[in-house]
T-cell receptor, first 119, second 108 residues
Framework: GAVVSQHPSWVICKSGTSVKIECRSL??????MFWYRQFPKQSLMLMAT?????????EQGVEKDKFLINHASLTLSTLTVTSAHPEDSSFYIC???????????????FGPGTRLTVT | GQNIDQPTEMTATEGAIVQINCTYQ??????LFWYQQHAGEAPTFLSY????GLEEKGRFSSFLSRSKGYSYLLLKELQMKDSASYLC?????????FGAGTRLTVKP
């Protein structure tokens, strides 16, 4: 199956600083990437959807100025948490959907997740 | 919008069969997915249904009834390693949303 990587796998930062999380599709071109957030013992909540070369579409209640998403290429999307606060501590998971040669257009492939702790 | 409901927790015995139900409401249905998620890890894909009926894949099977907005995941010959959360996810025309997940505990 297709591989999606995330970096870093975990990060601890101080309140007020910014953190960038990278999501890469390693062996396919991701036309669409999704960012989810998961709090302990809860399900994945979709934060935003991004298509390569266009602005991300944010879900209701997600601050686009706080969670900056860039999808500059077909293999890379980044999520930057700006001015992080302790309540932003969570498990952030990206997902990529391809549709190119050899890839199923229906399946989303998940990255391993990034655990963010804001102190 | 989407409403996706599944039981919060289930317990079953090793070697047994368990069925995890999922009901949903959505506009523009474009597929239903089941994922397995172990604590602290990302979800892994289990199954995909877009037409009515049963899809079988080894010990796991998934069923879909679009008219009823209903799906289930069937796990046979349960093993201890099957203890995990099972997420039902529904795709519409735009994106995919997840249910809250069912935490399955397999006991010896």
């Amino acid at each position: 199956g297709a591989v999606v990587s995330q970096h870093p796998s975990w990060v601890i930062c101080k309140s007020g600083t910014s953190v960038k999380i990278e999501c890469r599709s390693l062996d396919f071109q991701a036309t669409t990437m999704f960012w989810y957030r998961q709090f302990p013992k809860q399900s994945l909540m979709l934060m935003a959807t991004s298509n390569e070369g266009s602005k991300a579409t944010y879900e209701q209640g997600v601050e686009k100025d706080k969670f900056l998403i860039n999808h500059a290429s077909l293999t890379l999307s980044t999520l930057t948490v700006t001015s992080a606060h302790p309540e932003d501590s969570s498990f952030y998971i990206c997902s990529a959907r391809g549709g190119g040669q050899g890839q199923s257009s229906y399946e989303q492939y998940f990255g391993p997740g990034t655990r963010l702790t804001v102190t | 919008g989407q409403n996706i409901d599944q039981p919060t927790e289930m317990t079953a015995t090793e070697g047994a069969i368990v069925q995890i139900n999922c009901t949903y409401q959505t506009s523009g249905f474009n597929g239903l997915f089941w994922y397995q998620q172990h604590a602290g890890e990302a979800p892994t894909f289990l199954s995909y249904n877009v037409l009515d009926g049963l899809e079988e894949k080894g010990r796991f099977s998934s069923f879909l009834s679009r008219s009823k907005g209903y799906s289930y995941l069937l796990l046979k010959e349960l093993q201890m390693k099957d203890s995990a959360s099972y997420l039902c996810a529904v795709r519409d025309r735009r994106d995919m949303r997840f249910g809250a997940g069912t935490r399955l505990t397999v006991k010896p």
